[in-house]
């Protein structure tokens, strides 16, 4: 069955250090890839997109890699602030009609001042 | 412009009672989708609407969960004969439909519990 993995339940960091979040997924080859932002209380916020084809996404102080050999992505901030603590949540995508996505349990980041 | 709304955002039911929840998406957004989510889980995928029809249901987990998008707007989720494993937040999500179109933009859920 498919199955994705986000990195260790919660990481803690400090203020201005690059926080690195891992997504892992096995039995799935999805189409594209998408990172959200979850604070407690609220719903999902889509954070970025990637494709199967594409490698490398920036966005301010984001990036993602995507491996669909390793079966792997990265989600990076850089620069970090506390303001970036919440959850970050990694989610599959198929292709065609089939729109909704597969999402791992998510990584809790706390970014200490 | 304004998001996507859910009501009500809480919603204590007792066991064994109907319950519906009802889901504004953001206009003009054709796909609109639901799912579940439990304490320290992602969002599970229910059912997902392209306009008026049920595009895929496979995430239903049984006969008890019903959605409907008559008009091809607000959706509605009705939960019959709710048990305590049916509580958890219930998310609605909308998007775009088309090929560059595949971020979902979500409300801010309903919390059910059942008693």
């Known amino acids: 069955s498919q199955k994705i993995e986000q990195n260790s339940e919660a990481l803690n960091i400090q203020e201005g250090k690059t926080a690195t979040l891992t997504c892992n997924y096995t039995?799935?080859?999805?189409?594209?890839l998408q990172w959200y932002r979850q604070d407690p209380g609220r719903g999902p916020v889509f954070l970025l997109l990637?494709?199967?084809?594409?490698k490398e996404k920036r966005k301010e102080r984001l990036k993602v890699t995507f491996d669909t050999t390793l079966k792997q992505s990265l989600f990076h901030i850089t620069a970090s602030q506390p303001a970036d603590s919440a959850t970050y949540l990694c989610a599959l995508g198929g292709s065609g009609s089939a729109r909704q996505l597969t999402f791992g349990s998510g990584t809790q980041l706390t970014v200490l001042p | 412009g304004a998001g996507v709304s859910q009501t009500p955002s809480n919603k204590v039911t007792e066991k064994g009672k109907y319950v519906e929840l009802r889901c504004d998406p953001i206009?003009?957004?054709?796909?609109l989708y639901w799912y579940r989510q439990s304490l320290g889980q992602g969002p599970e995928f229910l059912i997902y609407f392209q306009g008026t029809g049920a595009a895929d249901d496979s995430g239903l987990p049984n006969d008890r969960f019903f959605a409907v998008r008559p008009e091809g707007s607000v959706s509605t989720l009705k939960i019959q004969r709710t048990e305590r494993g049916d509580s958890a937040v219930y998310l609605c999500?909308?998007?775009?439909?088309?090929?560059?179109?595949?971020?979902?933009?979500f409300g801010p859920g309903t919390r059910l519990t059942v008693t």
């Open positions: 999500a909308s998007s775009l439909y088309g090929t560059a179109s595949y971020e979902q933009y």
């Open positions: 039995n799935y080859s999805p189409a594209y």
């Open positions: 206009s003009g957004h054709t796909a």
């Open positions: 990637i494709r199967e084809n594409e």
